[in-house]
T-cell receptor
Framework: QKEVEQNSGPLSVPEGAIASLNCTYS??????FFWYRQYSGKSPELIMS????GDKEDGRFTAQLNKASQYVSLLIRDSQPSDSATYLC?????????????FGKGTMLLVSP | DGGITQSPKYLFRKEGQNVTLSCEQN?????MYWYRQDPGQGLRLIYY???????QKGDIAEGYSVSREKKESFPLTVTSAQKNPTAFYLC?????????????FGEGSRLTVL
């Protein structure tokens, strides 16, 4: 059974701070990792993808992957109230053959002005 | 504008009734998916289709059925056999056949069983 674990939160940070969201996964063969943002009552949207160990930066967002520890994180620098949402971690086996995504339950982030 | 259209946005159903949720995309994507989301929960995969006239069960397919007669359309029927159908249903598509990671989602359909 593939599992993706996230702290449900809420994670509360003040405006301008760094928010750190964490995710662990159980399947050591996982190769593709994604972060989706979901505002309350809305559908998810992809914000970051990462496929190799290390950091990947896109604007204020940085995804970090450590396959040895089966750990993926998302850092949000200079957090804004508009970043308040639930962040879903998703993992896929990828590689050869088809594999679907397994989602975590999400971490709610609250950024206070 | 390209995107995924789900309808209806809100739907109420009496117990014992079947209901069909529509999903149409004009992104020219090959793969399409149906997910279910319950409050405080992540997304769980119901069915997916990589090409026309082919689809596979996901993790929670019992009580649901789908068809894929056209590339643009992937309707989901929630049957009376689904024991707890009240949920937020999300349709998604992916441009890369054989790769399920980068999904585009519709706005969702919220089903309530009375």
């Amino acid at each position: 059974q593939k599992e993706v674990e996230q702290n449900s939160g809420p994670l509360s940070v003040p405006e301008g701070a760094i928010a750190s969201l964490n995710c662990t996964y159980s399947d050591r063969g996982s190769q593709s990792f994604f972060w989706y943002r979901q505002y309350s009552g809305k559908s998810p949207e992809l914000i970051m993808s990462i496929y190799s160990n290390g950091d990947k930066e896109d604007g204020r967002f940085t995804a970090q992957l450590n396959k040895a520890s089966q750990y993926v994180s998302l850092l949000i620098r200079d957090s804004q109230p508009s970043d308040s949402a639930t962040y879903l971690c998703a993992v896929s086996l990828g590689g050869s053959g088809y594999s679907t995504l397994t989602f975590g339950k999400g971490t709610m982030l609250l950024v206070s002005p | 504008d390209g995107g995924i259209t789900q309808s209806p946005k809100y739907l109420f159903r009496k117990e014992g009734q079947n209901v069909t949720l529509s999903c149409e995309q004009n992104l020219n994507h090959d793969a399409m998916y149906w997910y279910r989301q319950d409050p405080g929960q992540g997304l769980r995969l119901i069915y997916y289709s990589q090409i026309v006239n082919d689809f596979q069960k996901g993790d929670i397919a019992e009580g649901y059925s789908v068809s894929r007669e056209k590339k643009e359309s992937f309707p989901l029927t929630v049957t009376s056999a689904q024991k707890n159908p009240t949920a937020f249903y999300l349709c998604a598509s992916s441009s890369r056949q054989g790769f399920a990671g980068e999904l585009f989602f519709g706005e969702g359909s919220r089903l309530t069983v009375l």
